[in-house]
């Protein structure tokens, strides 16, 4: 294979090298990084994020976006919650929290089909409505969940904790879906373009309504995954989870304007990308003040390489045309 | 058809600007929080309201979800609307600084509440924790209790967000305190969280695992403890006072769960944040200030720590304990 092929391929994989640089460096770092407990301890850590950033995906393959993924967090996790404090078993609450991020995505989803109203208005008002009401209900306090919550957050099957395996299973079927339906090769027609798949006599309200019920699903999940981890759903539950999953999703090269991204390999090593970063500065014991810092640098960097290959790219479509 | 829309919309919109250029009547006074979301914020928010009721004086309530700017056009709201003082709990030390203008432009006394304000030429009152003290005074007793048990100890630090005064405050009084006890405790590991569970649940996880015999630990606020204890409980390391692998472990603010925990006798110490006395030192100074009384520029909060020993005694004074 030639120089300049490998080159080509090494770049369309520059999250890929990104993660394995941010590895090798902790791992120069810290012996404690390149473990398998803290491989382990990553994904586990990065599973309620890969999640609800999976449904991101979907709603920005369509050009749309989701603000209001960390509201059905924090309002799913507070009702189920509270149900379960209330006596309701541990195993109801999932699907109750499932039903609940259903109900909240194919309202945003309803929203945006049938008053032609922009997602970013309709998601942007679900997730103050969404964070006010989790609030109300829970009277501004943590509702503490019973022991068998956090037993869910920490089972293994096989060595393998069990909110990996969900992630796993999520991510697997969310690209299934996108690459071996009709609904999945639709909803890249429709990020493209949303007239040229109408005039292709695509049902473009059946797509969007199903993208947003998607995500408020996978919204839920990932809560849920968070919630069995933590054992609490507090106040601030799922604040800015919305910017992590974007993030998540853009830095797997998934395009804001639509029709361009995947959510393997590309969603899942952007939320791996970002918390290798995180657990590496806690594992070096990084000053503090350098979080924010770092994380911002190597966000910026990868979207910057990605912006210039998009805009070669149309250049070059530009000279063909 | 189209002039009666018209027509509806003017009648509406005169009606609500009347109801908002109206005086208020009787003595009012506005309560402008930043946010809600913590059990503090709402143990704060009732207090005011309590102190407000006790002494015969109207309120107006706004809640600016984060959102400073917001704040600001809550506090003009207010000050449009003819409050008598103003009581402001609010984003961070230096978007109040408008604020304390635009209550000063209109000579209506106003107090900071919990948060110190940058410096500024503008006529206020601070009513604020003394947040380096209280956790200085909190890691001492841990430590003491760490000297007490006769071996070396690793600590971990949960900070806070790093924009947030109080955060910084209570990281140097940590720093401090520990600086006493370098031959005992050494500092393995500063988990910033930015006031985030998630963040600093992952945070917790991988300190203890690179650091597994980390046994001494201080979160910058209670409502940090849910990540903390699962994190403990994930690494086997979360045992009562008195078991060999007890981590000894402190916190601040003084919420409900650190009160449980203190029962239970999992938390050494905890550093408390006196909330009825702040809130009626906030409302009591604008009133005086009101009747043009002599009345502090800043009142601050000794507040106190609670531990096994002086539980019984202090739980009384821990807003928690009643939460």
Known sequence: ?321 | MLFRYYWSLLVIVGCLTAGCAAKEEGTVIGISFETLQTEYWVASIEAMKSVCEENGVGYLEAVANGDANRQFEQVNNFISRGVDGIVIAPKDAHTVIPIIKAANRAGIPIAIYNRLPAENEGDYITVVADNYEISRNTVEYMAEVARESGKKHKAMILIGDLGDINAVNRRRGFDDALAAHKDLIEVVAEVPTEWNQEKALAGVTNALQVNPDIDFIFSSSDFLFPSVVSALKNADKYHPIGHPDHVILGGFDGDAMAYRMLREKYLDADGVQDVFFECQESVLAVIRKMREEQVPDLIVDPGFVIHQQNLEQKAESMWGASF
């Not at chain 1, 195993?91 to 909240?104: D, F, Q």
């Not at chain 1, 096989?158 to 697997?172: K, N, R, S, Y």
């Not at chain 1, 995180?278 to 910057?304: K, M």
Request: glycine share 12%; with cysteine; hydrophobic share 55%.
């Open chain 1, 1 to 321: 294979m030639s120089n300049p092929v490998i080159f080509k391929r090494l770049r369309g994989q520059s999250i890929v090298i990104l993660l394995a640089l941010v590895i090798l460096v902790f791992s120069l770092l810290s012996p404690g990084y390149f473990t398998t407990q803290n491989f382990l301890n990553i994904l586990l850590q990065a599973s309620g994020l890969t999640i609800v950033a999976t449904g991101m995906t979907f709603v920005l393959l369509t050009a749309g976006i989701d603000l209001s993924v960390g509201s059905i967090m924090f309002v799913a996790g507070v009702i189920s919650g509270k149900l379960v404090v209330g006596g309701l078993s541990v195993w109801l609450a999932v699907p109750v929290t499932l039903v609940l991020g259903i109900i909240l995505g194919l309202m945003n989803g309803w929203f945006v089909v049938r008053f032609k109203i922009v997602p970013f208005i309709v998601t942007l008002a679900t997730f103050f409505a969404g964070r006010g009401l989790g609030l109300l209900i829970s009277e501004t306090r943590a509702v503490n969940l019973p022991d068998e919550f956090l037993q869910i957050g920490s089972a293994r099957i096989l060595g393998i904790p069990l909110p990996v395996i969900i992630m796993i299973m999520v991510v697997a079927v969310a690209q299934l879906v996108l690459d071996r339906t009709v609904f999945g090769r639709q909803v890249y027609a429709v990020g493209n373009s949303q007239e040229r798949s109408v005039k292709a006599g695509i049902n473009l309200n059946r797509v969007l309504l199903r993208v947003y019920i998607i995500c408020g699903c996978c919204a839920a999940l990932g809560g849920l995954v968070a919630i069995a981890q933590l054992g609490a759903v507090s106040p601030t539950f799922g604040f800015q989870s919305e910017f992590m999953a974007i993030a998540a999703a853009v830095l797997g090269g998934t395009s804001l304007f639509g029709g361009k991204g995947r959510v393997f390999p590309g969603t899942l090593v952007g939320a791996l990308l970002i918390q290798s970063i995180q657990s590496g500065l806690v594992i070096v014991n990084a000053d503090p003040y350098l979080y924010p810092l770092i994380t911002g640098t190597i966000i910026f960097l990868i979207v910057l390489v990605d912006s210039q290959r998009h805009y070669r790219r149309k250049q070059m479509k530009g000279i063909s045309t």
